[in-house]
């Protein structure tokens, strides 16, 4: 299985025959694992606010979450902090994020499009076991520049992988590697750039759960349904 990370999310290529993992650690993907988690059947990322308003006059029911500059926007039901997200049975969410879910729209062309996160760490690591694809991460980055929190949130997934099975690593999926070989996930997220912006924002908790390794048995797996990116539990496709 080979192995390969880009340092921010800039154009995806030839990623037709590859399984690509999405990480928006802080907050996006978290946010998403969370939500599927508790029980939502459908999330759809969307780029723009205005997008999301439209579509949510498209679906009885839907529930509008995400954020600008970390906190909720005006006329949403939800900020984008996971911990907002319980008790969701049943409900579709229309999702925005500064970065993360623009860039899981950027990855439709991946054979398999998965969320990733720290807190579903295992659990996707099993299921990119399953599919034996070799693997690209594609970090969101906060504002088109690299972000600590997603290259090392990468990096978990792959020690998790490489206990499992012989990995080719790029360069560049190496350090990810190392990196969080040697630094637990709150020290990660704690010191990063974004996290420090969240802590000021008072987020401090969303930082906190954003860390928990392997706490959820979730894989949000990304598909298009009639030209839109929608993610759903990859127990819907077992
Ligand atoms: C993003 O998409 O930029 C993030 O998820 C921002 C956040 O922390 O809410």
Known sequence: MKIDILFYPEKLKNAEDKAVVVLDVLRATTTIATALAAGAEKIYPV??????????KKISGALLGGE????????FDLGNSPLEYQGLKGRTIILSSTNGTKTLKKAVSAKTLIAGSIVNAK???????????DVVFMPSGTDSQFSLEDFAGAGYIISLLAEEKKVELSDQAYVSFEL?????????????FHGQRLINLGFARDVEYCAKLNL?????????QEGRLVIESSRLFR
């Not at 780029?47 to 949510?56: P, R, V, W």
């Not at 600008?68 to 006329?75: F, Q, Y």
């Not at 630094?183 to 704690?190: A, C, K, Q, V």
């Open 180 to 192: 969080a070989r040697i630094n637990p996930p709150e020290e990660i997220l704690t010191r990063s």
């Open 68 to 75: 600008r500059g970390g906190i909720k926007v005006p006329g």
């Open 123 to 133: 659990a996707v690591a099993d299921y990119l076991l399953k599919l034996n694809l």
């Open 216 to 224: 959820l048995d979730v894989v949000p797996v990304g598909r298009l």
């Open 47 to 56: 780029s723009s606010i205005k997008d999301a308003f439209s579509l949510k």
